[in-house]
């Protein structure tokens, strides 16, 4: 077994997350991926309950990522103290928890700090489980990181499907339900490994120190100019859309097919990055993300040049995750710091792109996010050439040489 190989195993040998423990992972994902969508399809069912105004309801979302992104920075902080089941036990507790909490509030306070709860969980959930996917499992890390955040996805399109279907004045029995299976998921802990083993340092890694602090950079840059992007048009393409000249139903279904594109394209990613190296496929998906964004600008394609985005921006986060970690192996807050980094990108561009459009025009929120594409292809190509993927799969291929010719027996 290579040094690389043996890096994705805790010391007893052991690998870091079994069948059942990988497969209640998927679950937590749809879980998250659900509890994040309901706020926006309940706002109608919370302005009446607690009679507050649109804003004030949207302050639901924002407690969430606040919460989420001090979960991310709280469980990297423990991960050196406590092992990875107490502090993932921890995370599903709180969610649970802070669903409970926001179902039954008897007030808009309450409710409100009910909604950090559920997001301190959340982050520890989203930061824990996309480490543990990242390291454990080799040269399949991509491909299973690209599985988990599929997952999602699937999560993110069923939850306002559920609001849909049974009412949004039945958005407590939803979260509640949500938490019930948050609990249902600790029995499955023992499938995790303890404790991560020290990653192993492969030939054209950057170590550690002023060498890694570019590389970090580099990635930070990409998951705040993609989540900009995600966020950028997930938030105004309706808008562009009925700007341009579609009806309203059809602005909210192009909307809707983007969100699944983005699930869509981590699952048909999965399987290529068995052959296609990290570096290769962030680099199609900057170049894809900048030419689908810029077919948008033609009224008669925008809605499918929004699918178009969908699909390329999808296998980003995942993908670039394990390649930071084989790149940067002695810096373990590198993995905090782009998650926690995407996560502020959620929270600010939208305001920001807001602004954008109030001084300029909706039509051209394309060409803005087109700029932020081009930035984002101009940093993975910086990234590919000046940070190689040790123990990638093109990478170990190469090192491997040739497969053995076998015969097999009658």
Not at 104 to 128: E, H, K, M
């Amino acid at each position: 077994m290579s040094a690389i190989s043996r890096a994705h195993l805790p010391e007893a040998g052991r690998p870091l997350l079994g069948t059942v423990a990988v497969i209640a992972s998927c679950v937590a994902f749809m879980v998250i991926g659900a509890l994040q969508a309901l706020y926006g399809p309940a706002i109608p069912a919370l302005r009446e309950e607690y009679g507050i105004s649109p804003a004030a309801a949207g302050l639901s979302l924002s407690a969430h990522f606040v919460g989420a992104l001090l979960g991310v920075l709280v469980y990297h902080l423990l991960r050196g103290r406590l092992n990875e089941r107490l502090l993932l036990g921890g995370s599903y507790v709180l969610m649970a928890a802070g669903a409970a909490a926001f179902a039954f509030a008897p007030s808009w306070l309450p409710a409100l700090a009910g909604t950090f709860v559920i997001g301190l969980g959340f982050g520890g959930i989203d930061y824990g489980l996309n480490q543990l996917f990242a390291v454990g499992f080799g040269n399949r890390s991509t491909a299973m990181l690209n599985l988990l955040n599929g997952h999602f996805g699937i999560g993110a399109i069923a939850g306002p499907a559920l609001i849909g279907w049974l009412g949004a004045d039945h958005y407590p029995e939803i979260f509640v339900g949500l938490g019930v299976v948050s609990l249902l998921i600790l029995v499955t802990l023992g499938g995790v490994a303890s404790r991560e083993s020290e990653p192993a340092t492969a030939d054209g890694a950057a170590t550690g120190g002023a060498r890694a602090l570019p590389v970090i950079a580099g990635f930070i840059g990409i998951y705040v100019l993609h989540v900009a992007i995600e966020t950028g048009v997930g938030g105004w393409e309706p808008t562009h859309l009925e700007a341009v000249g579609y009806g309203a139903a059809t602005a909210a279904t192009a909307t809707s097919a983007y969100w699944a594109a983005m699930t869509i394209g981590r699952f048909v990613v999965a399987p290529l990055s068995l052959r296609w190296s990290a570096p290769s496929i962030l680099t199609v998906c900057c170049a894809g993300m900048a030419g689908f964004l810029l077919l948008a600008t033609v009224p008669t394609l925008a809605p499918y040049a929004y699918f178009g985005v969908g699909l390329t921006i999808a296998p980003i986060f995942p993908t670039c995750l394990p390649w930071l970690n084989r790149a940067v192996p002695g810096v373990a807050a590198a993995g905090a710091y782009v998650i926690a980094a995407s996560m502020i990108g959620g929270v600010a561009f939208p305001p920001l792109l807001g602004a954008v459009v109030d001084t300029m025009d909706v039509t051209t929120l394309p060409l803005v996010l087109f700029g932020l594409a081009v930035a984002c292809a101009l940093l993975s190509r910086w990234l590919r050439r000046n940070v190689p993927d040790p123990g990638g799969v093109a990478e170990s291929r190469a090192a491997q040489g040739p497969e053995p010719v076998t015969t097999r027996e009658s």
